[in-house]
């Protein structure tokens, strides 16, 4: 397969690294860093457990891959099946300006609410302005994580428009930089790492494919391993900033940070696999079914529906019970699956391999639902070490998919309708 650096198989290399490390971690230095023991240390059954995981998603995306179906739809989207290639102010201005409008009037309602807050992060209050988001008493947080799907929509149309017709497209080209600035500041004064990782990982996704890899005909490794290395500086970079302006300053913080929000979150997986450690809404399915489904199943079953925010606060409860350090509480997507099914979780890695694979399929060719899903997927491949991403944020891209489907088929509509 090539696009080496963001085909499906690429992201899981991640989780595989940062097991190592904590598999190998010897447990006096990690006690020192993290003040808990590492039960992952030399821990076969969380080898054979993780291992047997990636395998049967690896599993699932060469099935499909290699099954023959075809999920691309019948037609390309440029020249077959929509009329404005040769018109992209009209298709992506108004979105990208309606971006624009939503995170400055969000900014102003931060700042109305609470006078100083833009500054915050900037003077090293980031973790007051992360607890008055996360407490509810700042709201419309979700808005930035519709920005994310919506954003990367934009940049690939306007970078494969830009490399299909030839000639610079100087008005939307600015709009767009100008959109995923102001998103980004936005991500950066929230202290929103959820919707800025995703964002960045996006970018880079489309940017390599639509610019780097459709342009280079030849093998796509050493191209990939230049590009990888400075995915990898940028995100180690972020990371950095964003623990300082949390309020951490000092080397051996941020190490312990860097190995906390890492390799540490297999610590939790082996705690799962060993029965000393279990969340309290994994029975409830809120780790494996995304929004809306998982509301609409419990509406239909006479349940209340779950409080994403009740979800993660209780797992502070539940890290901390097991006597683990109750400051890091991620479990590893695949810790939070198996806490729900157990060993029914390689199933579902096989068949998250096969969405996976899907996805890129319709991705490659440039449909819209593979645009935004499979950069959701493929982050939340990368992000395996954390938690299960595609499904806790899934309702946002639907929303942005179904907003921006519509948007295309009437501007489509409206083309047509032109030339006729």
């Known amino acids: 397969m090539k696009y080496h650096a963001i085909n499906p198989y690429f992201p899981l290399t991640v989780s595989l690294c940062l097991f190592a490390v904590s598999f190998f971690y010897p447990d006096s230095g990690w006690r020192t860093l993290v003040g808990e023991e590492n039960l992952n240390f030399l821990n076969l059954q969380s080898l054979a457990f993780f291992l047997a995981c990636v395998l049967l998603f690896v599993c699932g995306v060469a099935a499909v891959n290699h099954s023959g179906l075809r999920f691309s739809g019948s037609v390309v989207f440029y020249g077959e099946s929509f009329s ?12 990208l300006l309606s971006v624009i409008l939503v995170m400055t009037l969000y900014l102003l309602y931060l700042d109305y609410r609470v006078p100083g807050f833009v500054s915050y992060v900037f003077t090293g209050r980031g973790g007051e302005a992360k607890y008055l988001i996360t407490s509810g ?101 972020l990371f950095i900033v964003f623990s300082y302006l949390r309020g951490v300053k000092d080397v051996t913080g941020v190490f312990s940070m860097i190995l906390g929000y890492g390799p540490v979150s297999f610590n939790r997986l082996a705690a799962l696999l060993q029965g000393n450690l279990s969340f309290e809404y994994a029975g409830d399915f809120v780790y494996i079914v995304p929004e809306p489904f998982l509301t609409a199943c419990r509406w239909l079953a006479g349940m209340a529906p779950v409080s994403g925010h009740d979800v993660w606060l209780s797992e502070f409860d539940s890290v901390a019970q097991s006597g683990l350090n109750g400051d890091f509480i991620w479990a590893t997507t695949f810790g939070y699956i198996y806490d729900s099914i157990g060993y029914f979780s390689l199933v579902y890695f096989f068949f998250y391999g096969c969405l996976t694979a899907m996805f890129w399929k319709r991705f490659l060719s440039g449909r819209t639902s593979g645009i935004m899903f499979y950069c959701a997927i493929y982050f939340s491949i990368f992000f395996w070490f954390g938690f299960n991403y595609i499904v806790g944020f899934f309702v946002y891209y639907l929303l942005a998919y179904l907003l921006i489907t519509v948007w295309e088929k009437t501007i489509d509509a409206i083309c047509v309708g032109r030339q006729s």
Do not use: C
């Not at 404005?84 to 979105?95: A, K, M, N, Q, Y």
């Open 84 to 95: 404005f290639e040769r018109r992209p102010g009209i298709l992506l201005l108004p979105v």
């Open 137 to 237: 008493e700042l709201k419309f947080s979700t808005l930035q994580n519709v920005a994310v799907p919506v954003v990367a929509w934009a940049a690939y149309r306007y970078l494969d428009i830009k490399r299909k017709w030839g000639g610079s497209i100087p008005w939307v080209g600015a709009v767009l930089f100008l959109t995923v600035s102001i998103v980004i500041f936005v991500d950066v004064v929230t202290v929103a790492r959820y919707a800025l990782m995703p964002l960045f990982i996006s970018l880079f996704v489309i940017f390599m494919k639509v610019s780097i890899f459709d342009n280079n005909k030849r093998s796509h490794l050493f191209v990939s391993l230049r590009f990888l290395l400075v995915l990898f500086l940028m995100i180690v970079s």
